[in-house]
């Protein structure tokens, strides 16, 4: 009998928020961030009248709380000193976000300009030196025996790498199908890869695995084979859950279990599936298939994707939706050839590959984007609410309206104030923005031909 499914692409009924503790008052939230003081010597972002992390606007759903939505209140009431009116939040944030655009723009600010001096290199896995292949498995492990921050969140949080599978996990329906996902998704990439470097001592950049070199055999993969890899396959079960996608065909699938060699063999998630952040004690699962991958990870579909004009079509193109005849798109087939955890789209960063996979989704951005620079290094678009209505229980109300470069992106409290950040300031990965805004958070680049940076030594 089959006890879970892993794709749930529908609400798991019978949560019960009452497992979850409530976090504790005044919890500190990490926030490095320093308000830029202007001419008066007021802070442009006053505490008293913070903007409104958008992403974060939730709306009471009918009927009983879920444990998501109580996560996202809580995080909206802990994120936000003063006192405010959820309610009407969205308009005002918006104008807000506009006036300060303005008045910093009337200022004649260009702080945005420059591009960062010594990026970051990302590069493929396989032009790793063993050595360095070793170091970031080793940062990996780092992060999952480290102990959390957000502990108080959720009892599923016990450890570093938990805070980021939970933020992925409590945030999921405001930022999958959206206009931002691409943008979103960079910054938690970014954040994931200073906490290896700054907390675990990595000193390169997140690999990237490009699934296009593994599309024939993906069960072949370097990346999944060997001492020094992530692991392969999962251990067969017949019974294991199976996506249960529209229109996805069936597969003869040969794992389903825990996986059982490389790195992460005997890693433990604490966090349950879908929105569950109750305790559990559970292995990493994967039933990778071969036929997805021919079909969706050949290189002609990079090739095809790179051919739309303008974000809007790029962003959905790559992404995807949900139709495997037409539209499945590289990161949903990404996801889905490897199943198990990686196809749960809430917990999916509990295996370590989401993070080399979603490297190479921002590679093909950042491809996208440098073959037209000045045309594209700003260009986002498409609707904040989710176009696949999937979730829609979970996410009742999303904003109106279209992704701007003034939209605002936040971590929850993986980053407070420091990662509540425009639109605009993770468009650049070497940190330029248009004049009216701050400079931009990013300073990485350099894939192995793409010119530009330092090429990374290693240890
Ligand atoms: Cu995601």
Redesign the pocket.
């Given at each position: 009998m089959r006890r879970e499914v892993l794709l749930r692409f529908s609400q798991t009924p019978g949560m019960d928020s009452s497992t979850i503790p409530p976090p504790l008052p005044g919890l500190a939230v990490e926030d490095n961030s320093n308000h830029e003081v202007n001419s008066t010597g007021a802070a442009r972002r006053p505490a008293e009248s913070p903007r409104v992390p958008i992403g974060f606007l939730l709306s009471q759903p009918a009927g009983p709380p879920t444990i998501i939505n109580m996560h996202f209140r809580t995080t909206i009431v802990t994120l936000l000193t003063g006192v405010i009116a959820l309610s009407s939040a969205l308009p005002s944030a918006q104008s807000d976000s506009r006036k300060s655009s303005e008045a910093q723009h009337s200022k004649g600010k260009h702080t945005g300009k420059e591009q960062c001096s010594d990026p970051i290199v990302r590069r493929e896995w396989r032009h790793l030196s063993m050595h360095q292949r070793k170091d970031y498995l080793r940062a990996v492990k780092c992060m999952m025996a480290k102990p959390p921050k957000l502990g108080s969140y959720a009892e599923g949080i016990t450890t570093r790498w938990e805070d980021f599978i939970w933020i992925?996990q409590s945030m999921m329906p405001m930022?999958?199908w959206v206009g931002h996902f691409l943008p979103w998704?960079r910054l938690f990439l970014y954040e994931y890869e200073r906490v290896l470097r700054e907390e675990c001592g990595y000193a390169g950049g997140v690999p990237y695995w490009d699934q296009s070199k593994d599309y024939r055999d993906i069960l072949a993969s370097p990346l999944l084979n060997g001492e020094v890899s992530f692991g392969g396959n999962g251990k067969y079960d017949p019974d294991a859950p199976l996506s249960r996608l529209p229109t996805f065909p069936t597969f003869d699938y040969t794992g389903g279990g825990c996986i059982h060699s490389g790195a992460f063999k005997d890693e433990v998630i604490h966090l349950g599936h879908t929105n569950d952040s109750s305790y559990h004690e559970r292995c990493l699962k994967r039933n990778i298939v071969r036929e997805p991958a021919r079909e969706w990870l050949k290189p002609s579909r990079e090739v095809d994707v790179l051919k739309n004009p303008n974000y809007e079509r790029f962003a959905v193109a790559l992404e995807g939706n949900l139709d495997w005849n037409t539209d499945f798109g590289i990161h949903n087939a990404g996801h889905l050839c490897i199943e198990g955890d990686m196809a749960d789209?809430f917990i999916?960063p509990g295996d370590p590959l989401f993070y080399v996979f979603h490297a190479n989704i921002d590679r093909i951005w950042w491809k996208w984007q440098q073959a037209n620079p000045s045309a594209r290094r700003f260009d986002v678009g498409n609707p904040i609410a989710p176009r696949v209505p999937l979730f829609a229980d979970l996410y009742p109300n999303p904003p109106p309206g279209n992704v701007t470069l003034d939209f605002e992106l936040t971590m929850g409290p993986l980053g407070g104030n420091r990662l509540t950040v425009e639109t605009a300031r993770v468009m650049d990965t070497r940190g330029t923005t248009p004049d009216e805004f701050e400079a931009g958070l990013l300073c990485y680049t350099a894939w192995p031909g793409s010119g530009g940076g330092k090429e990374w030594d290693g240890v």
């Open positions: 992925h930022v999958h998704h789209v999916s």
